[in-house]
């Protein structure tokens, strides 16, 4: 960093004179004898050290009590000494910090902006940069700074710092500022220095003094990072801000509509610049298809990421995620000066040091103006008794030979008083009394003085209460911060957990894969051959052969994987969805077995065998079946005497899905002529059981959140939001969906919706409709286009109920109870409904329904014959008659033994 740099010049000078120490008892060793260990002298042997400790405690790391590095520390004090209540040149600041800090002005100024840009301690005036789009400031001739309130209020105290030397000893500078706050933690702060780093994340304000008041109150609480620069962020494995923890950050992204998403908010650390050079190298490596990207950031982020035409938005939304600095993970570093020592702690420790801190410094400042407090007492009583008694108006006083011999006088005259003083009476007490000027005696007012008195009497009452009750005090002091600074600092950073995002599972597949089954080589190169499917650079490909080996092996160029290749296809990790359906014939002379499994992980380019792995076995029947799906095949046997049946079926669907290691089960014992397939089946699986995780707002099938139902591949979701809107969408895992989610469920389009709303178009006036909700994959609202119109409530009951309370001048009614079926019929979502009183209401509220629909059968059955005619259409032996068959079969295998 720039503020690191040390002086070239002082660097030099350092280097000459501890050469010139240093080389004086250098002894080189035997430097030509190999069997000699060389150890590290010179400069090495001391200068390191020395250079490591300096960089760690005077530059890079702050200090635990009041959260700031050296030179951060000097500009606050440097402002505090030039501040007027005037805005200050930033050149003129940095030039009267050089007065402590020992380094250059680049660096000091650097430190003023970045400070300056945190918004909390220095109120800015001029173009100080933009921390979201990266921009520097302006020079700082041209650019004005003062302290802020917040910093006036808590950052100084002359009477409770501790001061040292400065470097050059003309001045005096802190050691730490007596700061009331924790700052280290409202900042946030990066360093590097020798040997370690440090890296501790901005936190809320408002959290931060409800965290210190938690504590004073011995509560329990929680720390999560707050960024200036908002997005979301993932605080599960946040380890309190100590070191092998990690976040992850991601910038908000919105659907402007399915050909645009904006993004508005950026994670911590990066820049629109930056964000949007990630995005386009992901475009250029073929990560995610987008047409162009427009950045129109001013004071708030919009960065438009336009898509190509049929580019899934949500797939994109996650690749953005996925291949872009979209979302970065941070690991946090906490580390911390404390007692003149690098001290690694976690966030919650530097909050407790630090408002053990601010209850000493409280306490300190309550001691302090007690005791000025008692001094002013003190005084105030000697000068009411002074001028009561009229002891300036004694002989013996004006008859004083000197000075000496009037306070031994005045101290004697006061003996009889001693106990209405608060300490005793000096010879400097006395003093003072002696400078008070004849024109104040002569205005003396003894009601007035007393008043005074009591007033400081009860201004140290006061102060004692504080100090007995000194955790109440503090927590008060929090309170008030929160109060007057507060609302300035609302969390821009929303806590959420993110879902884990699959690269694969949401790369673009812009790559085509093909095979050359005669010289066994597959690629993306191989243009000229067998297109198989698209793909991706990072997917994998699985690979079964003709003899039962199977593997999987990385998505290249071109790569020889052998001959006798009988299926090739883009392998899909964990997916438990693929089902193959595969009839072996084990060895030469082995039994036919039949077997239904799937495949979730493999090694990648390890050999495996469908078939117990006996030499000839081979695979007589294969499929693969992307939803579950269980085909009846045709077995035709070669002909046998003992054989009474020669041709039979066999439905997968009876065959039970197991590992892919499994034997299987004995399809038959004799020699099979073929097997074909006869017709084609549904899926064995069922439909997909959908869950939905409030936490991530993501769909998942793995039992997470709340069950939506099983679903159809036709089937949809409807999804109902807080502010009247609601569309449907399908169960895709890639869907995002909002945080302002009022209902989630299966998308019924008969089911009935009862809804009572105020109408801002009919004087605000409550009305009651009845609707069902139509299939659409755009938002539509069920409370009318007036943005203003407000949702008293929405139920799914058959025959719902609700109560009406009046309220206002029309109180004195009884409450009307309405049943809604009776009271309006069902009609179209856009309707408006009926109204439903006149009169002021106070509240509308559901009642329990005192009828029920009956239940009903369901008449309806499955044609389960309705495909056969095209299904039969698979089978090659369709027509033939089983003689035929046979007759066929022999002359083939006759065929075959001439041939022999």
């Known amino acids: 960093m720039s503020d690191d740099i040390i002086d070239k010049e002082e660097k030099e000078k350092e280097f000459q004179q501890s050469d010139e120490t240093s080389h004086s008892d250098y002894k080189p060793t035997d430097t030509k004898n190999e069997s000699v260990k060389h150890q590290l002298s010179g400069m090495y042997q001391n200068w390191f050290l020395d250079y490591a400790s300096y960089v760690i405690l005077e530059r890079a790391v702050p200090h635990l009590n009041d959260g700031f590095k050296p030179v951060q520390r ?26 402590f800090h020992p380094h250059g002005d680049a660096s000091i100024g650097d430190a003023l902006v970045q400070l300056g840009q945190k918004d909390l301690l220095i109120d800015c005036q001029g173009n100080w940069g933009n921390i979201l789009t990266g921009d520097g400031a302006a020079a700082p001739r041209y650019i004005e700074a003062r302290l802020s309130k917040f910093a ?37 702060v990066e360093g590097i220095a020798v040997g370690l780093s440090s890296k501790i994340l901005p936190h809320n304000f408002n959290e931060l003094c409800d965290a210190s008041i938690a504590y004073l109150c011995n509560e329990e609480f929680h720390l999560y990072p707050d960024f200036q620069t908002g997005g979301s962020i993932d605080v599960s494995r946040y380890n309190d801000g100590e070191r092998g923890g990690v976040v992850k950050v991601r910038a908000k992204i919105n659907k402007l509509d399915n050909k645009t998403l904006v993004i ?43 898509l190509t035409p049929g580019t899934s938005s949500d797939k994109t939304l996650d690749a953005l995620y996925a291949f872009t600095d979209c979302e970065v993970s941070i690991s946090p570093n906490c580390c911390v000066i404390d007692d003149n020592k690098p001290h690694f702690l976690n966030v919650s420790t530097v909050l407790k040091k630090s408002v053990d801190n601010t209850l000493g410094l409280l306490k300190k400042e309550l001691e302090i103006k007690k005791n000025e407090l008692l001094e002013s007492l003190h005084f105030s009583s000697l000068e009411k008794i002074f001028i009561e008694e009229r002891i300036y108006k004694d002989v013996k006083f004006e008859q004083s030979e000197n000075l000496d011999a009037a306070c031994e006088y005045i101290d004697f005259r006061l003996t009889p008083f001693y106990s209405q003083f608060v300490r005793e009476v000096t010879k400097d007490d006395i003093l003072k009394l002696l400078d008070i000027k004849m024109a104040r005696i002569l205005k003396f007012n003894k009601d007035k003085a007393e008043n005074t008195i009591l007033a400081i009497k009860k201004e140290i009452e006061d102060i004692n209460n504080k100090l007995a009750h000194l955790v109440d005090y503090t927590i008060d002091w929090y309170k008030m911060l929160k109060e007057k600074y507060g609302k300035n600092y609302p969390r821009k950073t929303e806590l959420r957990n993110f879902d884990t995002i699959v690269a694969a599972k949401v790369v673009e597949a812009n790559e085509k894969l093909y095979i050359n089954r005669e010289e066994g080589f597959i690629g993306t190169s191989l243009k000229k051959d067998e297109y198989i499917c698209n793909c991706s650079d990072i997917d994998d490909v699985i690979i079964f052969y003709k003899d039962g080996k199977y593997k999987i092996v990385k998505i290249a160029d071109k ?8 299926y090739v296809n883009v392998f899909k990790k964990n997916d438990k969805r693929t089902i193959y359906n595969v009839v072996y014939h084990d060895g030469k002379e082995g039994f036919y077995y039949i077997k239904r499994f799937n495949i979730t992980s493999m090694t990648r380019d390890k050999e495996y065998d469908v078939t117990q792995g006996n030499p000839g076995s081979k695979i007589a029947y294969f499929s693969a079946n992307p939803n579950g799906e269980a085909e009846v095949i045709k077995v035709t046997l070669k002909p046998n005497p003992r054989i009474k049946k020669i041709i039979f079926d066999k439905d997968f669907s009876e065959v039970a899905i197991k590992g892919r290691q499994s034997m299987g089960n004995i399809l038959t014992k004799y020699e099979a002529h073929k097997i074909t397939l006869k017709q084609r089946g549904g899926s064995t699986l069922g439909g997909r059981k959908v869950w939905f995780d409030n936490d991530v707002l993501r769909l998942n099938y793995d039992n997470r959140g709340k069950y939506l139902g099983e679903f159809q591949s036709n089937e949809l979701i409807l999804v109902i939001q807080n502010n009247g809107e609601f569309y449907t969408t399908n169960f895709d895992l890639n869907n995002h969906y909002e945080a302002d989610i009022k209902i989630i469920e299966k998308f019924d389009p008969n089911k009935v919706w009862s809804a009572a709303l105020y109408d801002e178009d009919q004087q605000g006036f409550p009305y009651i409709k009845r609707f069902t909700l139509e299939q659409s994959s755009k938002k539509q609202s069920y409370l009318g286009d007036n943005k203003e119109n407000k949702l008293i409530l929405l139920s799914s009951v058959i ?63 499955e044609d389960e014959n309705d495909n056969d005619e095209e299904d039969m259409n698979e089978d090659p032996d369709k027509g033939k008659s089983t003689t035929d068959i046979i007759d066929e079969i022999t002359g083939q295998m006759k065929l075959f033994d001439d041939e022999e």
Do not use: C
């Open 799 to 861: 025959y719902p109920r609700i109560q009406v309370v009046f309220g206002g001048n029309d109180g004195f009614r009884d409450p009307l109870e309405i049943d809604v079926d009776e009271f309006i019929g069902v009609k179209s979502f856009k309707a408006k409904g009926k109204r439903i009183t006149t009169f002021t209401v106070d509240s509308i509220n559901e009642l329990e329904p005192l009828r029920f629909p009956e239940k009903e059968e369901n008449d309806y059955q």
């Open 264 to 306: 508005t908010e950026i994670p911590y650390g990066k820049t629109t610049s930056s964000l949007i050079d990630s995005i386009l190298k992901a475009i250029d490596k073929g990560k995610i298809k987008v047409r162009k990207v427009d950045d129109n950031t001013a004071a708030n982020v919009e960065i438009l990421v336009h």
């Open 74 to 99: 000097r500009i606050l004090h440097s402002m505090k000494r030039l501040d007027d209540g005037r805005y200050n040149k930033v050149a003129n600041i940095v030039g009267h910090t050089m007065q």
């Open 152 to 188: 006036l209020d808590v950052v100084f105290n002359p009477k409770t710092t501790e001061w040292q030397a400065s470097y050059d000893g003309r001045n005096q500078e802190p050691i730490t500022l007596p700061v009331k706050y924790p700052l280290l933690l409202a900042q946030g």
């Open 559 to 566: 790569m020889f994987v052998g001959k006798n290749i009988l």
